[in-house]
């Protein structure tokens, strides 16, 4: 009887070592075709881990109360405060210079400089409007090393980027101690230099689009003669639509048919669409004429209220219309212009189908600020967010407790945790952050898809997978050098940074590293050092990154200029990494 119970134990122990492997391997999968929906794919692995016992409910709520994640996710809600502030503008207003050499320098210098503590999309979406708005350089000279310096610049601290506190919260989680904040800043040094030379002498194989200053701001404007206007029956000349301040008449869709070019002689009907392009900040000149509604006025919101944003890869909206979608109801917000660089967009508003990269013009409600799928679907270039801009002592309040609560961290007088709990408190006593601001852009994917990540690493300890892992690694891997080993998870975080997202590779490959160093007695925290460094490599794809797509759009770039430019930081990236992490930690 003990002996059929132990085959039937065994029997149960191999089932759950497949069952986990299997979650772990389907995990990757849905990753790779479900890349806009990462939250979905992890939030599917954890049921089906809890459902079948493969986690127990101290697990679950260990993983998701896991200090690096809360670290991560206070760190992303102060950052909040220190986004209304000027520093930022003060930082734009500093970079650009008449000479390109120096431009280029102090832009890469400071972009990757403030990387290292602020958020890298606060500080391109800062700089992306004067970059692509000065006069003195063409803006794609510029915006694809400014991308490139807020990714690598994210990598000289701990707190950088959300991919090292992603893993600071792994390596806690196994049990080992936790990355310091300068453990990253070595190794991010040569990354940063190197890449920045190999970027600086390849800076003439930049594109040079020059997009004249009317065309960084025309936008497709669409608007509806209602039955009662006054332009009825009289000519384009006559109503005076040819007479207007940066904004043309380029076409009138007239039931099912687009009239292009008008004429001046032609005779507005009711019903006719007229379609502006131009300035969208002179749109409100289109209220003066009787009887025209904007897209966005047929919703029932006013204009008084604009917001620029920019569609992300993953929002809902792509590939959709704007009829199709819902979009009032989903946003509380109407669209009242539309841009896309690189093409001309022909038709009306609601029948033009959305693609990522899109620039959007929104009305928005009074609720637009608390909706929580505004992050999800949007970049927020500007317009109404931040709702507000601090001032006074406030502004100085956050600047001061922001550096001092990081630096107290840097040099060990106070946790990293401790410190930005009390500032958290700070702020919200002294209204530099609302309860709304805080719901709003409280970071839930990123919690749930590294707290899943915990939950699946932890199911594969508990089944026993990692240790049939660390015996096939010993009977068959036992005389591969060390550097093999890391050269090989470095490809490999890399190959899934670049199908799925870094956050997710990250989670993936790190449990992998530390039981791959730990078989092959090799230092763990050199390969826990090579997957945060690969996890941040995604300079190839325009839609690695959030940032990378930002500057794809406003410099007019082709994908082939991320690949000329992105392929040799790639390989320096790589080889400065490997080669640093080697003599920095060792094997």
């Known amino acids: 009887m003990n002996k059929k119970n132990k085959q039937e134990k065994l029997g149960n122990i191999m089932l759950m070592i497949i069952w986990v492997v299997t979650l772990f391997i389907l995990t990757i999968i849905g990753l790779i075709f479900f890349q806009k929906h990462p939250t979905k794919v992890f939030a599917c692995t954890l049921l089906a881990l809890f459902s079948s016992s493969a986690i127990s409910t101290h697990d679950l709520v260990t993983s998701f109360s896991n200090q690096g994640v809360l670290t991560l996710v206070l760190l992303m809600i102060c950052s909040l405060a220190l986004e209304k502030t000027r520093i930022l503008r003060y930082i734009a207003k500093s970079v650009i210079k008449p000479n390109y050499e120096t431009s280029w320098i102090k832009l890469f210098s400071v972009t990757a400089l403030f990387s290292s503590v602020l958020n890298n999309t606060a500080i391109v979406s800062t700089l992306l409007a004067p970059i692509r708005n000065n006069p003195y350089h063409a803006p794609s000279k510029l915006l694809l090393p400014l991308c490139y310096a807020a990714t690598l610049g994210g990598m000289l601290t701990l707190v950088g980027t959300s991919t090292n506190l992603v893993v600071n919260s792994l390596v806690i989680n196994s049990g080992l101690p936790a990355i310091d904040f300068f453990d990253f800043t070595l190794t991010g040094l040569a990354v940063t230099l190197t890449c920045g030379v190999v970027l600086y002498f390849s800076r003439h194989a930049l594109p040079a689009n020059l997009a004249n200053k009317e065309d960084m701001s025309t936008y497709l404007i669409d608007s509806e003669v209602q039955p009662t206007s006054a332009m009825i029956g009289k000519s384009i000349e006559k109503n005076g639509l040819r007479h207007l301040e940066s904004l043309f008449l380029v076409e009138i869709v007239r039931e099912q048919r687009v009239i292009s070019p008008v004429t001046p002689t032609e005779v507005i009907k009711n019903g006719d669409r007229l379609i502006f392009s131009g300035d969208i900040t002179k749109v409100m000149q289109l209220q003066q004429f009787d009887g025209l509604a904007l897209f966005a006025k047929d919703n029932g919101l006013p204009l008084d209220n604009l917001t620029e944003v920019l569609i992300r890869p993953e929002s809902v909206l792509v590939g959709h219309t704007l009829k199709e979608s819902g979009f009032r109801a989903l946003f509380n917000a109407a669209v009242v212009a539309i841009k896309r660089d690189g093409e001309r967009l022909s038709g009306k508003l609601g029948n033009i189908k959305i693609q990522a990269g899109d620039f959007l013009v929104l009305a928005v409600g009074d609720d637009f600020q608390v909706r929580k799928n505004i992050h999800k679907n949007f970049i927020i270039l500007s317009g109404v967010e931040p709702e507000d801009k601090l001032n006074g002592y406030k502004e100085w309040l956050v600047a001061c407790g922001f550096f001092l609560a990081i630096i107290g961290s840097a040099f060990n007088i106070i946790p990293l945790f401790n410190s930005l709990f009390l500032f958290l408190g700070l702020l919200i006593l002294t209204g530099c952050l609302t309860q709304a601001e805080i719901i709003r852009r409280l970071p839930i994917d990123i919690w749930l898809i590294v707290s899943s990540a915990l939950c699946l690493s932890q199911a594969l300890t508990n089944s026993g997978a990692m240790n049939i892992f660390d015996a096939v690694l010993k009977n068959y891997a036992s005389t591969l050098p060390p550097i093999i080993a890391l050269i090989v998870i470095y490809l490999l975080t890399w190959l899934f940074t670049e199908l799925v997202t ?10 992998i590293g530390i039981a791959t160093a730990l078989s092959l007695h090799a ?52 080889v400065a990494s490997i080669v640093s992490i080697i003599f920095i930690f060792g094997l």
């Open 502 to 511: 870094n956050n997710a590779a990250a989670a993936l490959m790190l449990p």
């Open 523 to 574: 230092n763990p925290m050199a390969f826990i050092m090579v997957v945060a460094f690969a996890a941040s490599s995604s300079f190839l794809s325009p839609y690695g990154y959030q940032t990378n797509l930002m500057v794809f759009s406003a410099g007019q770039y082709r994908i082939k200029d991320f690949i000329r430019q992105g392929g040799g930081i790639c390989i320096t990236y790589a």
